[in-house]
């Protein structure tokens, strides 16, 4: 999907100038966008209520973004996809299946401790966003793959796994979020679905221990 | 919640004609409601909907249900809290911590499995939505909690383990009604989450095979 893609009418303006406008406008659409659908859940934003919230015109909207559902996709695919490409950064060089698994789902859980709007935004998505599942959804599954195909997991079904994985993140989020007294969740999180791909409880527990490596971030 | 409380204004018919007619049209209101909720999902339905396919005036309605919230409760309880009352029923006498869950699960995922259209009514609900949760959470709690007090079980959190109990139950279910060239995961569930509660790879396999008891009626 080519989210990048930006129409802006020609102006008197310097190239590089108008590039850093178009930019500016075009985060300052996906911001209100956010904003709105973490507010009330992607069903209910419209393009009015995300002008209005931008302080932009419906014509420079659409300068931009040619429908509702592709500014709804370009929010998703910014807020989920950026974290995705983040943790395949991390992860790629790494051997242990475990810890590839494990290190994505902490930072996944921790990513919600420590931006909970980020973390109610991914919740009201819902299991079922089809943004969320195809931004996450095949990550699990590689990663529940390498495990498999190197002898570290046990799992007899690995699209059945992801999606316990993908779901099991949802719901843990929403419990921790709703009841913010609750202590990080994210080794235990991690812990849990270790064993639930067969690790033993003993390896589960070390490897949900391991000091976290940090996120890098992606070269612009 | 008195789901069961009806008002009905009187009329000349015989007392137990009017209670079955009344009983009769919040049927029909229950149904009408359910059937549009897994169409849009509960956040969509209005009660002109309900009251036209229904075929009812709206004051007729409200004889009923107090408001829109009011019958979307009742329709969720339901659906779902009479389908956990009887795996309370079912599992009452048990005393193996990991037959109740085990059994509770493979019932909640057959159910699915057997019934699409009440799988997707819940995967649409979400794991953030309020009835189920209420219906479904406590029960979880439960029974993960009678694994730990009698040792069967290995878990630090029991909130955390209940809500991925959850949240990866309503995966396992859009994944599955989602591609129906697939097997009844039930089994499978049940052994993954019997594992992340703690129980070894061998007695989680052998445990989410036992024949599967028949879920009772409830009594009238």
Redesign the interface.
């Known amino acids: 999907m080519a989210h990048g893609t930006v129409a802006v009418s020609s102006t008197e303006q310097p190239p590089g100038r108008r590039v850093r406008k178009a930019e500016l406008t075009r985060r300052r659409i996906l911001d209100a966008a956010r904003a709105l659908m973490a507010e009330a ?1 992607p ?2 934003v419209t393009i009015l209520a995300i002008t209005e919230r931008a302080d932009i015109g419906q014509g420079t909207f659409y300068n931009y973004f040619p429908s509702r559902d592709a500014i709804v996709d370009a929010v998703i695919f910014d807020v989920v996809e950026t974290l995705g490409q983040r943790l395949d950064a991390l992860t790629a060089g790494m051997s242990d299946a475990a810890e590839i698994y494990s290190f994505s789902l902490r930072h996944l859980m921790q990513t919600a401790v420590s931006d909970p709007v980020w973390g109610w935004f991914v ?2 998505l ?3 966003q089809d943004g969320l599942l195809k931004a996450l959804g095949p990550r699990a599954s590689r990663d529940i793959q390498i495990g498999v195909d190197s002898g570290r997991f ?4 690995v ?14 989020m ?2 921790y979020l709703d ?1 913010r007294s ?1 202590e990080d ?1 994210s080794q ?2 991690a ?3 270790l ?4 690790l033993s ?1 003993e390896e589960a527990h070390r490897v949900s221990r391991l000091p976290l490596p940090p996120l890098p971030d992606l070269p612009r």
Not at 159 to 172: D, E, I
């Open positions: 859940g069903e209910s919740v009201r819902g299991i079922a046990n799992v007899d079904d699209a059945l796994a992801s999606a316990m994985t993908f779901g099991s993140l949802l719901a843990a929403h419990s009841n609750a969740p235990h999180y812990e849990n679905l064993r639930m791909v067969g409880t």
